[in-house]
């Protein structure tokens, strides 16, 4: 007989919910007792000889559902309820560890009667269910809230991001995992570029709990402008927003992946760990940054905002998009044998109480802010790209005749405002508003820092860890530290010593190369000016329009499913 029991001293196990003797769904011979505690499920095999008691152990922080069903066969009159756990399991053939899917059956057949049967089943899927959903792995200092239960969850898919396989994909991996965690979904697949867009900006928000992205982070640009453009935007962009890996540009994705602390996932790995995030529904802040363009355009953006190297890659990497993430790789490439130089004007509004690291230290979490002597390099060849003399800065309005990377704090300096500057359309509530950005033809504001270079090879201003997959560009950086993370290379980098930066980039160990041309500040706010007559500027991997563009944090203005 396979009973369930709820003495919670049940065989002096003090702290067991539920105990239940259940068969296997295979052998009703093979017998187990089951016990459930706050934190795991545990299964013994009962056996007849003492030694055998093979005992294993289902942590419930790994557990995304739990279901109870009756048997196929219509003459069995047992129950059955089936716990599914993805645990960190080491890889088949290689190092590391990964989630693996792990289901648990059990065969409930207390008495005779099918109902009774079911009704114990449910009791032990649902208390499973309880104990499970509040044993999330959280981090420590993180402030999370959960996803409405059930979580009606809008899935937005670009069947040609990444190889064209997300729908693959989705199907594949995510959909059976949404099933055992009993979230109700509906696929949008779009249609066209700015589909997404448009489905998210005429939503009946209400009638989701989460909107969820399976593409790359191109995608997920579209869904959050689509949510700044309604009228109920402060509403709106509070739903909570998830992302799951179908692109060939993942950087959220990977992002969520290092902050909820896991070893490194690649691909299906990746997606595997996105979907238990999804399912276990822990929310966390997400800073988003307000972009101006000299259009008056106005864009929110998550990730990334970049000019030179960086936007030249990602756009020009279109083209072996069939290679997945390993285009950014081919791109890099292809544009370090044609590296070139860009010119335009920097500023930016620094962080000040960031804590400044000792001199030489090269902690790639406070890295120096200032160029090092070139013999900290490594003794990789340095071929010297040409470097263009620098022209002259002044120019009307723009970011101001000061020409030196200094703070301007001196009133008599020509590019200075004492104004606060103020929002730049009026129909925008003051949440919204960017109130350290003046407007573009103004100088900067006091105590911006004007960049002395103008000859860059890039500029990144990044918000999340990763730039792709292998790219962890930002060590320190969380979802909600309301940073942005400005990166600049100027001029005079050899081509080795670039790449030898994006190759340390895949360990997070770019800021410890020493290299001079690497500048990193933390910033509120940045203006970028380009002067070279063409490039490409891109926001979260997307082309936008070319010119001076400047941006400001949002500090957790949105929020994201991460774990
Ligand atoms: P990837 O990482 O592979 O580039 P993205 O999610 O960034 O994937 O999407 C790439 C581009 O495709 C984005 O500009 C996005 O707006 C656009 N897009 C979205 N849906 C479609 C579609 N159905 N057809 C064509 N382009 C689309
Ligand atoms: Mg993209």
């Known amino acids: 007989m396979e009973r369930g029991v709820s003495d919670p001293e049940r065989n002096g196990f003090p702290g067991v919910l539920l105990y239940g003797e259940f068969a296997d769904p295979l052998n009703e011979r093979l017998r187990y007792s089951v016990s459930l505690t706050e934190s ?4 013994r095999r009962i056996s007849a000889s003492p030694d055998r008691t093979n005992k294993a152990v289902f942590h419930l922080s790994d557990c995304v559902g739990c279901r109870a069903h009756r048997a196929q066969d219509g003459a069995d009159v047992g129950a059955y309820f089936t716990a599914y756990f993805y645990p960190l399991k080491r890889r088949w053939m290689s190092a590391g560890v990964t989630r693996q899917r792990v289901e648990q059956c059990f065969r409930v057949a207390p008495g005779q009667d099918p109902l009774v049967n079911l009704r114990e089943a449910e009791r032990w899927a649902h208390a499973v269910r309880d104990a499970a959903e509040l044993q999330a792995p959280r981090r420590e200092g993180v402030t999370y809230t959960e996803l409405r239960r059930p979580c009606r969850t809008m899935i937005l898919v670009n069947p040609h991001s990444g190889r064209g396989q997300a729908l693959q994909l989705f199907t594949g991996h995510i959909q059976g995992m949404l099933k055992e ?10 249609e066209h570029q700015n589909h997404a867009r448009e489905l998210v900006r005429k939503a009946d928000l209400s009638q989701w709990d989460a909107l969820v992205i399976m593409s790359g982070d191109g995608l997920l640009f579209e869904v959050i402008n689509g949510l700044m453009e309604r009228e109920d935007w402060q509403e709106a962009i509070q739903i909570p927003l998830g992302i799951l890996p179908g692109g060939s540009g993942n950087a959220l994705a990977a992002s969520v992946h290092h902050y909820s602390k896991s070893p490194p996932a690649w691909n299906e790995e990746l997606l595997l760990s996105c979907g238990f995030m999804l399912c276990k529904g822990l929310v966390g802040s997400l800073d988003l940054v307000s972009i101006r363009l000299a259009s008056k355009q106005r864009l929110f953006s998550f990730l990334s905002l970049a000019w030179g190297f960086v936007a030249d890659v990602d756009i020009e990497s279109e083209k072996y998009r069939h290679v997945g993430a390993i285009r950014f790789l081919m791109g890099t490439l292809v544009r370090l044998a044609s590296l070139r130089v860009y010119q335009g004007r920097l500023a930016y509004l620094p962080v000040k109480e960031a804590p400044k690291p000792p001199r030489g230290s090269t902690n790639a979490n406070h890295p120096p802010s200032t160029p090092q002597h070139p013999s900290l390099c490594s003794s990789l060849p340095c071929q010297l790209i040409p470097k263009n003399s620098p022209k002259q800065s002044s120019r009307h309005g723009g970011i101001g005749t000061n020409s030196n990377r200094n703070t301007i704090a001196n009133s008599s300096s020509s590019a200075i405002t004492n104004k606060r500057p103020e929002t730049q359309n009026d129909n925008e509530t003051a949440a919204a508003a960017d109130s350290l950005l003046p407007d573009l033809d103004q100088p900067v504001p006091e105590g911006w820092t004007v960049v002395k270079e103008e000859d860059f090879v890039l500029v990144l201003a990044i918000y999340q860890s990763h730039l792709a997959e292998d790219l962890w560009t930002v060590p320190g950086a969380m979802a909600d530290d309301g940073l942005i993370h400005l990166f600049y290379v100027t001029a005079g980098i050899s081509r080795p010593a670039l790449l030898r930066l994006f190759l340390a980039m895949e360990r997070g160990a770019h800021l410890a190369c020493g290299c001079p041309h690497l500048v990193y500040e933390k910033v ?9 007559p063409q490039g490409m500027i891109t926001v979260d991997g997307e082309m936008v329009e070319y010119g001076p563009v400047q941006a400001q944090i949002h500090p957790s203005m949105a ?5």
């Open 524 to 532: 509120k706010a940045l203006r970028l000016e380009p002067t070279s």
């Open 40 to 43: 795991a499920l545990s299964v």
């Open 181 to 190: 965690a009993s979230v109700p979904y509906k696929l949008f697949i779009t």
């Open 559 to 563: 929020r994201l499913i991460c774990g």
